[in-house]
C-alpha cells in the first residue's frame, strides 16, 4: 500500500508510515470512547428552606405571646409539609408562647388582686 501523505510503499500492517511518520489509515484512530463522564448530577432536592413560620414564632412567643402561638401553630403544620423542618422551632415557640401566656396571665391575676385587694383596702369616706 502507499501512505496517503507522502506515497511511498509501506507496509500494509505498518501503524505508520515509515518514511514520514504519519499514522497510516487503519481505523486503529476509531475514536476510543469517549470516557462516559459519569455525569452524576446532585440534585439540589434539600433546597434547605427554612419553616419561616416557626422562627417568627418562636421569636414572637417573647414579645407577643399570642402572635407567636398562632405563628407556632402555622409552622407545626408548615413543618408536616416539610418533612419536619423547623418542627423543633416551631414546637419551642408554642411551649414558650404558651408559657409566656401563663405567666401574663398569672401576673394580670396578681395585679387584679392586688388592686382589688387595694380597692377593698380604701376606707370608705363617703
Ligand atoms: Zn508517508
Given at each position: ?54 422562627i ?65 383596702n ?5
Amino acid at each position: 500500500m502507499f501512505c496517503p501523505k507522502c506515497g511511498s510503499v509501506v507496509d500494509e500492517n505498518a501503524p505508520f508510515c515509515p518514511n514520514c511518520g504519519a499514522a497510516l489509515g487503519q481505523p486503529q484512530a476509531q475514536q476510543q470512547q469517549q470516557q462516559q463522564q459519569p455525569t452524576v448530577i446532585y440534585q439540589q432536592t434539600t433546597q434547605q428552606q427554612s419553616n419561616i413560620f416557626a422562627i417568627l414564632g418562636l421569636v414572637f412567643a417573647f414579645i407577643f405571646p399570642i402572635v407567636g402561638l398562632v405563628l407556632s401553630i402555622i409552622g407545626l403544620n408548615k413543618a408536616k409539609e416539610m418533612n419536619g423542618e423547623g418542627h423543633g422551632l416551631a414546637l419551642a415557640g408554642l411551649v414558650v408562647s404558651i408559657v409566656e401566656m401563663v405567666i401574663v396571665l398569672i401576673a394580670v391575676i396578681c395585679v387584679v388582686a392586688l388592686g382589688a385587694a387595694a380597692i377593698s383596702n380604701i376606707p370608705t369616706y363617703y
